[in-house]
């Protein structure tokens, strides 16, 4: 499985094209079962980039319990 050991596209690309895949919103866990099949990203790089895309203004990241997060793409105004 050469695909799982290099990465071919950004994973924040990954995460993205995933959210749209879903319609605009998915649960962290849910998006880290999708991107896993693709990449070998770990869950706390699947963080990371989820926190560069907030900070970029491209997801908006929602806390609904302690270790449960929804994922949504951000509004383009």
Same mark, same amino acid.
Request: hydrophobic share 45%; proline share 1%; glycine share 4%.
């Given at each position: 499985?050469?695909?799982?050991?290099?990465?071919? $596209?950004?994973?924040?690309?990954? #995460?993205?094209? %995933?959210?749209? /895949?879903? &319609? &605009? /919103?998915?649960?962290?866990?849910? $998006?880290?079962?999708?991107?896993?099949?693709?990449?070998?990203?770990?869950? #706390?790089?699947? =963080?990371?980039a989820l926190?560069? $895309?907030?900070?970029? &203004? =491209? !997801?908006? !990241? #929602?806390?609904?319990? %302690?270790? #449960?997060?929804?994922? /949504? =793409?951000?509004?383009?105004?």
């Amino acid at each position: 499985m050469f695909f799982k050991t290099w990465r071919n $596209l950004p994973l924040e690309y990954l #995460i993205l094209e %995933e959210l749209e /895949r879903r &319609g &605009g /919103r998915a649960k962290d866990s849910e $998006l880290y079962e999708a991107v896993s099949r693709r990449t070998s990203a770990t869950f #706390i790089e699947l =963080l990371k980039a989820l926190m560069k $895309l907030e900070m970029q &203004g =491209l !997801v908006e !990241v #929602i806390v609904i319990k %302690e270790d #449960i997060r929804e994922v /949504r =793409l951000a509004k383009k105004d």
